[in-house]
């Protein structure tokens, strides 16, 4: 049996199979047809077959994702309505958490890139490489201390990891000028996020998880604005 044009094996094709000579061998291409269909069908039922299932990449892009920041400070946390600075206290300028530090070594609560050292070294503006903006400020109203107890260990631009050191604040210095300790870790494009959760108050260690950034999830970043 051969074929005498070009074309897809197929029911619709297999006349091609036909000998002109021998118009009966369209008997043979049924038969060689139904036993393929029949031992596919056997051999099915045997082995058996397993669905593999797709991949759907947009369920996925649509599953919530979060941003884990760590302790900058090792002291007490308290929420940012505690703070004795109304411009934190009203999330004036985000939502976040702050600490009553024990000592004046501050460190990186993500990895991502220094943004901004302020000219008074006494806060320091942070960017993720999730986009999530965090500005740690040491003290309320330590700007007016024109930098004098804080010495930065970075610059803008710099890259940080989790736990590198960003700055050190003279505590005793601050008090000594009649200035709480109290620092602020502000997420400053709050906005931007489903949900901004700081741990219940109590103390923290360096590292330590303190807070939790909620990424929108897809429907809702494509829902259109209201006019």
């Not at 061998?25 to 299932?53: H, K, N, R, Y």
């Not at 024109?146 to 890259?159: H, L, Q, S, W």
Request: hydrophobic share 45%; proline share 5%.
């Amino acid at each position: 049996m051969a074929s005498h044009s070009m074309a897809a094996p197929g029911l619709f094709t297999s006349v091609q199979f036909i000998d002109k000579d021998n118009p009966t061998s369209i008997l043979w291409i049924a038969a060689v047809m139904a036993i393929s269909v029949v031992v596919s069908f056997a051999l099915t039922l045997i082995i058996g077959f397993e669905d593999i299932p797709v991949e759907d990449d947009e369920a996925d892009m649509t599953n919530d994702g979060s941003v884990k920041l760590m302790a900058p400070m090792t002291g007490m946390a308290k929420g940012l309505h505690d703070v004795a600075d109304e411009v934190f206290s009203k999330g004036l300028l985000g939502k976040g958490m702050a600490i009553d530090p024990e000592d004046g070594k501050v460190v990186s609560p993500i990895a991502g890139t220094v943004t901004t050292v302020f000219p008074t070294k006494h806060a320091i503006g942070l960017t993720d490489d999730n986009g999530v903006e965090v500005l740690i400020h040491v003290g309320i109203d330590t700007v007016s201390l024109n930098g004098e107890p804080f010495t930065a260990k970075v610059a803008a631009g710099d890259r940080v990891a989790v736990g590198d050191e960003l700055l050190e604040a003279d505590l005793d210095a601050i008090k000594a000028a009649g200035l709480p300790t109290t620092t602020m870790v502000v997420i400053t494009n709050s906005d931007q996020f489903k949900d901004i959760a700081p741990v219940a108050p109590g103390h923290v260690s360096f590292k330590e998880h303190v807070m939790e950034v909620f990424h929108h999830d897809k429907e809702a970043d494509t829902e259109p604005a209201m006019a």
